[in-house]
């Protein structure tokens, strides 16, 4: 990124922004290590002026990650359809372009340091891809394969890890993309409904077989919230 222009006077809410931008470039490119005078010295400003906007590095950190990923937060508006009349496989397409149209390398990468670095978020972002994900795509399964809806079978372990399947498919496009820096199209969406459509046959028949599984076995039982609670 270029220094900050310092031609005209940045408004508080822009300076921040360029700030928390280019925190988060740096960050996916180096790590959490790097420093606040690299950052500085990339914005062409003053560590002071850092410091001025965030007191601590881990409050810059804590912004940069609410930055990268409140298009998650975004995405809630944004829910797996629950028409129908639509075939189930054009729907998990339809929702999953949508997921990685949404998030760029930037905020992949991030993720990914996060992981390995100890910070917290995945754990942080577990409850809400859950109940905002992976739930509702468990709800579409259980209806196409003919099953009791949650409110007589609460949400199952072994439905979750089905579902994760898929999922973890689709973000391992992103890391492939923009981690590995493998060569991918510029539209993964072709990969995804090649993913999709082999996922679902598979995917009602297991779940089908899960609900007639009986006992509490490792798969059957039933997942617990983020605070350990059935």
């Given at each position: 990124?270029?220094?900050?222009?310092?031609?005209?006077?940045?408004?508080?809410?822009?300076?921040?922004?360029?700030?928390v931008?280019?925190?988060?470039?740096?960050f996916?490119?180096?790590?959490?290590?790097?420093?606040?005078?690299?950052l500085?010295?990339?914005?062409?400003?003053?560590?002071?002026?850092?410091?001025?906007?965030f007191?601590?590095?881990?409050?810059?950190?804590?912004?940069?990650?609410?930055?990268?990923?409140?298009?998650?937060?975004e995405?809630?508006?944004?829910?797996?359809?629950?028409d129908?009349s639509v075939?189930?496989?054009?729907?998990?397409?339809?929702f999953?372009?949508?997921?990685?149209?949404?998030?760029?390398?930037?905020?992949?990468?991030?993720?990914?340091?996060?992981?390995?670095?100890?910070?917290?978020?995945?754990?942080?972002?577990?409850?809400p891809?859950?109940?905002?994900?992976?739930?509702?795509?468990?709800?579409?399964?259980?209806?196409?394969?003919?099953?009791?809806?949650?409110?007589?079978?609460?949400?199952?372990?072994?439905?979750?890890?089905?579902?994760?399947?898929?999922?973890?498919?689709?973000?391992?496009?992103r890391?492939?993309?923009?981690?590995?820096?493998?060569?991918?199209?510029?539209?993964?969406?072709d990969?995804?409904?090649?993913?999709v459509?082999?996922?679902?046959?598979?995917?009602?028949?297991?779940?089908?077989?899960?609900?007639?599984?009986?006992?509490?076995?490792?798969l059957?039982?039933?997942?617990?919230?983020?605070?350990?609670?059935?």
């Open positions: 990124m270029q220094a900050l222009d310092r031609r005209r006077r940045l408004r508080p809410g822009e300076r921040e922004r360029a700030i931008e280019e925190a988060a470039r740096l996916a490119e180096a790590g959490f290590g790097a420093t606040t005078r690299e500085a010295r990339r914005l062409g400003v003053t560590q002071a002026l850092i410091y001025r906007y007191p601590t590095k881990r409050a810059l950190i804590e912004r940069v990650f609410e930055g990268a990923f409140g298009a998650m937060r995405r809630r508006r944004e829910p797996l359809s629950a129908r075939p189930l496989e054009d729907r998990l397409i339809r999953y372009r949508g997921y990685l149209k949404r998030d760029g390398g930037v905020s992949m990468r991030l993720f990914v340091r996060a992981g390995l670095e100890g910070a917290p978020l995945a754990r942080r972002w577990s409850t891809l859950t109940e905002k994900v992976l739930k509702p795509v468990i709800g579409e399964l259980r209806a196409a394969a003919g099953l009791t809806g949650f409110e007589l079978r609460p949400l199952m372990r072994g439905e979750r890890e089905l579902t994760m399947m898929l999922h973890g498919a689709v973000m391992f496009l890391i492939r993309k923009h981690v590995y820096g493998m060569p991918m199209p510029d539209d993964l969406g990969i995804l409904a090649l993913q459509r082999t996922y679902v046959p598979g995917a009602l028949a297991e779940i089908a077989r899960l609900h007639a599984t009986p006992g509490e076995d490792t059957t039982v039933r997942q617990l919230d983020a605070r350990g609670r059935a």
